[in-house]
């Protein structure tokens, strides 16, 4: 009776602890507009080129988030579940993030369970995908300019074909997809570039972090002050 009594106080710490979270990711504040974020990726889409493409949606987020993105980006290896892909983090926070994915040869597999709503947009080649809670085998595909949504806990079968790159958006508690990321590297042999990933994103977080801080700063200055 103690054990079972000691497992459910443990399930019940968890269950708190995830509608805590499910309760701050619904009523915070984010910094990016998934609206302008279609939008910017939406014209990054006609673009002729792959590399104009990513270029263009840079530019786009720059144009609405200058201060809060990194001043430079770069592409950076990535297991993302049983994918093998480049990520490219235009904006990384732990509620939030864009980035653009890459696959330069045609891969396959899961996505892995992410705590996330996604939404993409296919800027070049090919996505399909299979959900494993759908029966027989529909597939859905998306191509140049197509949209799709990837909600939280959801799992699909992803086919990449080559020279695909895809941009998305998603709001959610990214620390969990940061530990499959994290498991799936170290299982495929790719412990350094997990290493090296994290090291250059620890610099988007301390800018997130520091603009968090100057506004909660501005905003209770204007109060003191008398603006507000």
């Known amino acids: 009776m103690a054990l079972v009594g000691s497992k459910l106080r443990y399930l019940l710490v968890i269950y708190a602890a995830f509608s805590a979270i499910q309760y701050g990711l619904r009523y915070k504040s984010y910094d990016v507009s998934p609206k302008q974020f279609k939008t910017v990726a939406g014209k990054a889409a006609a673009s002729p080129t792959s590399k104009q493409a990513l270029s263009t949606l840079l530019v786009g987020m720059r144009s609405h988030y200058e201060p809060i993105l990194p001043r430079s980006v770069e592409w950076h290896a990535i297991q993302l579940g049983s994918l093998s892909i480049r990520i490219f983090p ?16 045609a891969t396959s597999g899961r996505a892995g369970l992410h705590w996330a709503n996604s939404t993409c947009t296919v800027l070049s080649g090919q996505v399909g995908r299979i959900s494993d809670d759908t029966q027989g085998d529909a597939k859905e595909t998306f191509t140049q300019g197509n949209n799709f949504r990837h909600g939280q806990f959801e799992s699909y079968v992803y086919q990449l074909e080559k020279d695909t790159l895809v941009a998305c958006y998603g709001r959610g508690f990214l620390p969990l997809s940061s530990t499959a990321h994290i498991t799936a590297g170290i299982s495929a042999g790719e412990p350094l570039s997990v290493v090296r990933f994290y090291l250059a994103q620890a610099g988007n977080y301390y800018t997130q972090i520091a603009q968090s801080v100057q506004r909660v700063f501005q905003h209770y200055k204007a109060r003191a002050s008398g603006e507000l």
Not at 90 to 105: G, L, V
């Open 90 to 105: 235009i904006y990384t926070a732990f509620t939030e993030y864009a980035a653009a994915f890459s696959a330069p040869f």
